[in-house]
């Protein structure tokens, strides 16, 4: 589709172990957004970066951190998983501000 | 700060009906875009359309338009001759010139009956 795949689609975890989720773009942009969705919230920004190693906080980073070592690849970390942390969390990318967001397809992250 | 607000957490018509759906945001920039997206039970993201605050002409994408009043900072999406594919969580949003944060209204969950 538009170039951006998540890895995984779901994943299960104990509260207390490091996860990471993959966000992979083919579209050589930019920024790149990591975002959750929790009912009753929409989605929230939770890091992003606008270039290889530079990234920023969004709203909720707490408990988050993230790496871009290369333009294509923005990771996700939750060092220690906890059960606030269960959610569908979605990776976006952009060509430009007009043009919006465009998705992935989100991970569905459950934190038992 | 920027702020999105759909008050309508549910909504429910009939097929072939008019829907719209009600957005408001508040900003104390003069610059931004505004943003529908549509999640289908799939889970994907879709862009349904923008408008750039700038332009005073509501934008339009076949049966989609929008209802863009500035003053009243308003953003209403409207959706005719539904149909029953349109069933799916639809956010509002929006991103200020020059920043990169694109704020999601808690969204509407649109349910379209046979």
């Known amino acids: 589709d538009a170039g951006i795949t998540q890895s995984p689609r779901h994943k299960v975890t104990e509260t207390g172990t490091p996860v990471t989720l993959r966000c992979h773009q083919t579209e050589n942009h930019r920024y790149m957004y990591w975002y959750r969705q929790d009912p009753g919230h929409g989605l929230r920004l939770i890091h992003y970066s606008y270039g290889v190693k530079d990234t920023d906080k969004g709203e909720v980073s707490d408990g988050y951190s993230v790496s871009r070592s290369k333009t294509e690849d923005f990771l996700l970390t939750l060092e220690s998983a906890t059960s606030s942390q269960t959610s569908v969390y979605f990776c976006?990318?952009?060509?430009?501000?007009?043009?919006?967001?465009?998705f992935g397809s989100g991970t569905r992250l459950t934190v038992v | 700060a920027q702020t999105v607000t759909q008050s309508q957490p549910e909504m429910s018509v009939q097929e072939a009906e008019t829907v719209t759906l009600s957005c408001t945001y508040d900003t104390s920039e003069n610059n931004y875009y505004l943003f529908w997206y549509k999640q289908p039970p799939s889970r994907q993201m879709i862009l349904v359309i923008r408008q750039e605050a700038y332009k005073q002409q509501n934008a339009t994408e076949n049966r989609f338009s929008v209802n863009f009043q500035k003053a009243a900072k308003s953003f209403s999406l409207k959706i005719s001759d539904s149909q029953l594919g349109d069933t799916a969580m639809y956010f509002c949003a929006s991103l200020i010139q020059g920043a990169q944060k694109l704020v999601f209204g808690q969204g509407t969950r649109l349910t379209i009956n046979p």
């Open positions: 976006a990318i952009t060509p430009g501000q007009f043009y919006g967001y465009t």
